[in-house]
């Protein structure tokens, strides 16, 4: 409907302007990570090489800090450094996505860019509806909604969303993050020819599928890409129960490697492995760009987990996306690095140098600072090793387990943990941090922590601890952050 459209539009924009300035004010605002203009952010949506030009789309409440009747918010860039904020790229302005334009991606195909949504539809009682739908553009700012492609098929709830296109051969592919009426997370596969006739096939693997045993009561965002010579499928299952060092937050996101056969259709794979081991990540998304590289964005934000909690919530915003990963399959798991393009950010090295500590803490000179990027490579770690970030955060190594520490979000007496054990030790940390956003790559992209960060504003200090001797190198660059425009 072309009118609620443009009332819509208005609304958001006037959101927009009326808290613009509380929201440059936020000293934990984000030099080089996408957060909302007002409001809450949500799942990266839509991410596609269009082109030449990279559509990074993400979920939008513009009306509140809190969840609620989704819009899609849209970034376009040439080389992921520079950015544009395009216009709102859709609104929940129809009967079939009236309480949300939810999660889904986008493909190119003959000129035309088509995203793919699911409308959720919510009555007075809170009973639930979803339509898988169809938006297409030819100039990749304004999208026409083409309505509802696909329903819901029997044996499932309405918790039916998160459809990610591509095509396989001859055929366009759909999948879809399910929960069955006996209340079990599947990823559900449809076929097309022409992106607008969409047939259900059935459950590719799930909670009680294949050879798992129960694994999340829905299962949502999935993605099944080729990377080296495995199938995977990435999801972010809900309602695994918290075991040793996995699954610590709240909901969680990860993958299975495979082989996916078509016909049946069915995915036969191995384990679930974490993708992240920090505080905030949840539903990625991956791209193939025109390189031929694999590219992942995540949320920086899990739903459920204290999300009222962040202190951005006082200056009308929370929560950003991740940077661009790389993922690679190394034969045995994926491998994150952050993309190359990123180092246009970095300004003269500040910091060349190689430490040795014992016994000790050292602040190096020169190593501090809210938006830089910190190489560490390890050549021994004799007992234990830690880097404290501006008084509030704590990377620390022993005994083969890595741990991320910090106050917690709702109580700061109390401080929080993430772990994760590296068998081959601790060999290189690279760290990103932006102002109140910590990306933390481990042994190259090995292992990931992903995590918001709220120390106090004028906390510049990294320290670093040794029990027995380290010695270490360090590479340091201030970074000059996105331009946005
Ligand atoms: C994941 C999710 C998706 C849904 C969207 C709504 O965070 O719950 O399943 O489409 O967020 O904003």
């Given at each position: 409907m072309a009118e609620r459209d443009q009332e819509l539009r208005q609304a958001a924009a006037a959101e927009i302007d009326k808290y613009k300035e509380e929201v440059e004010s936020d000293p934990y605002r984000l030099l080089f990570h996408h957060m909302p203009p007002v409001g809450l952010l949500n799942d990266p949506n839509g991410f596609v090489q269009w082109k030449g030009t990279y559509h990074l789309f993400y979920q939008w409440?513009?009306?509140?800090t809190g969840h609620g009747a989704k819009f899609w918010g849209h970034y376009t860039s040439k080389d992921f450094v520079n950015w544009v904020h395009e216009d709102i790229a859709l609104t929940p302005s129809d009967w079939y996505d009236k309480n949300g334009v939810y999660s889904g991606s986008a493909v190119s195909h003959n000129d035309r860019l088509y995203l793919f949504y699911t409308g959720n539809v919510k009555d007075e009682e809170g009973n639930r509806e979803a339509y898988q739908c169809l938006a297409v553009s030819d100039d990749g700012v304004n999208f026409e909604k083409q309505g509802v492609i696909a329903e819901l098929p029997e044996g499932y709830t309405a918790h039916f969303r998160d459809p990610k296109v591509w095509k396989n051969g001859e055929h366009w592919y759909m999948v879809i993050g399910a929960q069955s009426k006996d209340l079990q997370g599947k990823a559900v596969l449809f076929q097309s020819e022409n992106l607008y006739d969409w047939k259900h096939l059935g459950p590719v693997t799930g909670s009680l599928e294949n050879n798992l045993d129960e694994f999340g009561f829905m299962w949502e965002c999935p993605d099944i890409f080729e990377l080296g010579d495995q199938d995977i499928l990435m999801v972010s299952p809900q309602g695994l129960e918290e075991e040793g060092m996995n699954y610590a937050n709240t909901y969680q996101s990860g993958y299975f490697a495979g082989k996916l056969n078509y016909e049946k259709p069915k995915l036969e794979h191995g384990s679930f492995h974490e993708l992240d081991r920090g505080f905030e990540f949840y539903a990625p998304q991956t791209t193939l760009d025109e390189q031929g590289r694999r590219i992942l964005i995540g949320w920086m934000g899990v739903p459920d987990q204290y999300e009222q909690a962040h202190p951005t919530v006082e200056k009308q915003w929370v929560h950003c996306l991740t940077l661009p990963r790389e993922l690679t399959w190394n034969g045995e798991q994926i491998i994150q690095k952050p993309v190359n393009?990123?180092?246009?950010?970095?300004?003269?090295?500040l910091i060349h140098a190689s430490i040795t500590i014992e016994n000790d803490q050292k602040a190096v000179r020169g190593i501090g600072g809210r938006a830089t990027e910190l190489n560490l490579e390890f050549e021994q770690i004799e007992d234990q090793f830690a880097v404290e970030l501006f008084q509030y955060a704590a990377i620390s190594y022993k005994d083969g387990i890595l741990t991320l520490s910090r106050p917690h979000l709702e109580n700061r007496e109390k401080t929080e943990f993430r772990r994760v054990e590296l068998p081959q030790g601790l060999r290189n940390l690279h760290l990103f941090i932006d102002q109140s956003a910590l990306e933390i790559f481990v042994n190259n992209g090995e292992e990931v922590f992903t995590s918001r960060i709220f120390p106090q504003p004028e906390e510049e200090d990294i320290l670093f601890t040794s029990l027995g001797e380290s010695s270490f190198s360090i590479e340091q660059w201030k970074l000059s952050g996105f331009t946005f425009s």
């Open positions: 409440m513009p009306f509140d393009e990123l180092k246009e950010m970095r300004g003269p090295a």
